[in-house]
């Protein structure tokens, strides 16, 4: 008999075994459900491709049809009767090309964004369709295939199940009758030992009693030990029975056991992964391909926009005002083209169309030619500055305009958190604090160059009438030598400074207009920039031609522009410019330095090769500036404002090279000197001469001859 502790653990191990299956049944159960999601998330999310899908084709149709909408607004105005001709005609112009390219870049958009609805809807959904029907079909048929696997699994779980209660059945009646063998054997010795006890009791007899009671009590003891001895046999037999079967049935077991592991192995890591590729037959391929059509339309959508983007692109590059200017004066030469002469108009039979150059008209008509040409050199000079300061001003405006603020990369950078834009508008360039500021800089720079532009053109007018009429004076009287050199402030004047000793080297016009500027014109806004009266200017000039000194007086009884105006109009009539040609170059190299201490040791480099008195004419004005630059938040003028109006002035840019960017390297040059200028300058230690003092009224009361030269140089006229 089996111990009841042996029958208790029997017991555990199939609770055990019991506990195991159920597990791997609920286990198997939940695969199925697990199956069951994932195509339940397929299908929605195939449903929500196709709804995304035809909702941006409606969305793309829409933005298409807009785009239609918008193209032929502007296009019917183009295709209109009304100025058929002109609108012909600027079709020719870079800017009209540029609209023209955008309106078609437009109308393509509108074609391929319609394009690209067409295949949302009837090629990019319906795949996503096919896909989701195939998908729930193989699902299907995967699922009936796991359902027999599991079954089988199963089956093989309850075999297992069987063969091992059998195992249990015949290994306890193997137990049970080994028990029972051992059971005999003890009643078998038991029997022994009880015959060898009752031989040692039994008294001595009688010889005849004694065997014939022997003879009966061994005849008892065989009998009961082939009894004992028959029943062991028959308990041996069937133990030996029992555990022939117990063994057998331990092997079916053993067997079965291992059969069973392997079989759950096998459907966990083979069967389970090829009822998933069942399950996923062909949907990632699938997908990849309409997905894959969905990046071919896409692509080919920008490739289309690069294309159209590109031809913009040139026809921006190629924008050219001059070109412009040309193809507009061409295509309208009717309208542009000048008029016929004014031919005279006799009156009353008068034939005489030329000038009467006969006595006593001859002296008045040759002094009216002196009279024109010393205007018109005056004028020359005159107007020759403010084209250069317009030039100069009109170099500002176009770095203004074509700074390169265009690049908004930084905005479409997209952040981790998904947002739509990055937004750096606020702390760029195109911020409003910074576009209000370059706003109002930009006017008021267009506005001094209107204001430039109008008093160069009315001069060239100026000039242009006078010059008509002093060159028919001059043919009239036959001069073919000019009747006169003007010389604004002549360029002797400069060759006799240069021979000047050290201590007489600024003349007086420029110590006089530095000393009153110094005086009253520091915090006058628009000090060298605004131009002054041109009577004034004339009156503070003539005075100085006759060796007076106009503002020699204390007195603030001048216009502090036409000061200014008279002290630039004597540097721009020097013959040989304040800084010579000849170092033009030497100079303009240091412009590339980003290090302004080195372009200043440079820059003093090259003009201590200039003579001494040059060096200190250059230190006493460029000291000036700088004090007057000190007083920019009131007078407007900083030392860049005061170069664009100095550089044209003081250093003119040669004929070989472009006026126009080159101006802008001397503007810089002119500025970092009036920076620099201590560093730049010799003190009066190293070079004799007088210094600006800030704070005296510009002078340095040095012993100083002033050497006065006349505006005009004598004339003569030859009959």
């Given amino acids: 008999m089996t111990s009841?502790?042996?029958?208790?653990?029997?017991?555990?191990?199939?609770?055990?075994?019991?506990?195991?299956?159920?597990?791997?049944r609920a286990q198997l159960l939940e695969q199925l459900k697990c199956l069951d999601q994932q195509c339940d998330l397929r299908t929605q999310l195939l449903q929500d491709l196709q709804d995304f899908f035809r909702k941006?084709?409606?969305?793309?149709?829409?933005?298409?049809?807009?785009?239609?909408?918008?193209?032929?607004?502007?296009?019917?105005?183009?295709?209109?009767?009304?100025?058929?001709?002109?609108?012909k005609d600027q079709n020719v112009l870079s800017p009209v090309t540029c609209w023209n390219l955008l309106l078609t870049q437009v109308k393509r958009e509108s074609r391929n964004?319609?394009?690209?609805?067409?295949?949302?809807?009837?090629?990019?959904?319906?795949?996503f369709g096919q896909v989701g029907e195939d998908s729930g079909r193989l699902f299907k048929k995967s699922k009936e295939i796991g359902l027999q696997l599991q079954e089988d699994l199963m089956k093989v779980l309850n075999e297992l199940y069987t063969v091992m209660k059998t195992y249990h059945m015949y290994n306890a009646d193997s137990i049970a009758a080994q028990g029972k063998l051992k059971e005999a054997e003890k009643q078998e010795e038991k029997q022994m030992s009880r015959s060898v006890r009752q031989e040692d009791r039994q008294t001595p007899r009688s010889p005849d009693t004694a065997i014939s009671v022997r003879l009966d009590e061994k005849h008892i003891r065989r009998s009961s030990v082939r009894k004992i001895e028959k029943m062991k046999e028959k308990r041996q037999a069937k133990y030996t029975e029992n555990k022939v079967k117990a063994i057998k049935a331990r092997n079916e077991y053993v067997l079965a056991l291992e059969a069973t592991n392997a079989s759950v192995f096998k459907y966990y890591?083979?069967?389970?992964?090829?009822?998933?590729?069942?399950?996923?037959?062909g949907y990632h391929s699938s997908l990849h391909r309409a997905l894959r059509t969905f990046l071919s339309a896409e692509f080919n959508l920008q490739h289309s926009k690069q294309e159209g983007l590109e031809a913009l692109e040139n026809a921006t590059e190629n924008l050219d005002a001059t070109s412009d200017k040309q193809r507009l004066m061409e295509s309208s030469n009717s309208v542009f083209c000048p008029p016929v002469r004014f031919e005279f108009q006799p009156h009353m039979g008068d034939t005489v169309s030329q000038l009467c150059a006969q006595q006593p008209l001859q002296g008045e008509l040759s002094q009216r030619c002196q009279q024109l040409q010393c205007r018109l050199s005056t004028l020359h000079i005159e107007n020759e500055e403010v084209k250069k300061t317009m030039e100069a001003t009109l170099q500002t405006i176009q770095d203004m305009v074509s700074v390169e603020d265009f690049d908004v990369s930084d905005c479409f950078q997209y952040s981790n958190s998904m947002e739509s834009v990055k937004s750096t508008v606020s702390e760029t360039y195109m911020s409003k604090p910074s576009i209000a500021k370059r706003r109002a800089n930009q006017q008021e720079t267009e506005q001094f160059y209107f204001t430039k532009m109008k008093e160069f053109l009315e001069g060239r007018n100026l000039i242009t009438k006078l010059k008509a009429k002093h060159d028919m004076l001059q043919k009239t009287l036959g001069e073919f030598h000019l009747c006169g050199f003007f010389l604004s402030f002549s360029g002797r004047r400069m060759s006799t400074l240069r021979k000047q000793d050290s201590k007489q080297p600024i003349p007086l016009v420029v110590e006089s207009c530095i000393r009153f500027l110094s005086r009253h014109g520091l915090q006058h806004e628009g000090i060298f920039r605004v131009s002054g009266s041109q009577v004034e200017v004339n009156d503070i000039k003539n005075a100085f031609e006759r060796g007076e000194d106009p503002l020699e007086e204390d007195q603030n009884d001048h216009d502090l522009d036409s000061v200014a105006g008279v002290l630039k109009l004597y540097f721009r009539g020097l013959s040989t410019p304040l800084f010579p040609k000849e170092i033009f170059h030497d100079l303009l190299s240091c412009v590339s330095m980003d290090n302004m201490q080195e372009r200043a040791s440079h820059i003093r480099k090259v003009l201590l090769c200039l003579p001494s008195s040059t060096i200190v004419l250059m230190r006493y004005l460029f000291a000036f500036l700088n004090h007057l630059s000190q007083f920019s938040d009131d007078n407007m003028m900083d030392p860049y404002n005061l170069a664009i109006c100095f550089g044209p002035t003081l250093m003119?840019?040669?004929?070989?090279?472009?006026?126009?960017?080159?101006?802008?390297?001397?503007?810089?040059?002119?500025?970092?000197?009036?920076?620099?200028h201590e560093s730049i300058f010799p003190g009066p230690r190293e070079l004799d001469g007088p210094v600006y003092m800030a704070g005296s009224g510009g002078e340095d009361w040095y012993d100083i001859t002033i050497v006065i030269v006349p505006f005009y140089l004598q004339y003569s006229v030859r009959l």
């Fill in 113 to 127: 964004h319609a394009t690209l609805s067409d295949i949302y809807l009837n090629n990019i959904i319906p795949r």
């Fill in 652 to 676: 003119c840019v040669p004929d070989n090279q472009d006026q126009v960017s080159c101006q802008s390297h001397v503007n810089e040059l002119i500025k970092t000197i009036i920076m620099q």
């Fill in 56 to 87: 941006k084709a409606e969305i793309e149709m829409d933005y298409s049809r807009n785009l239609e909408k918008l193209s032929e607004r502007f296009l019917s105005k183009t295709r209109g009767a009304k100025d058929q001709q002109f609108k």
């Fill in 4 to 24: 009841p502790a042996k029958f208790k653990k029997d017991k555990e191990i199939v609770a055990e075994y019991d506990t195991q299956v159920k597990e791997i």
């Fill in 269 to 281: 890591i083979h069967d389970l992964s090829d009822l998933i590729d069942c399950c996923d037959l």
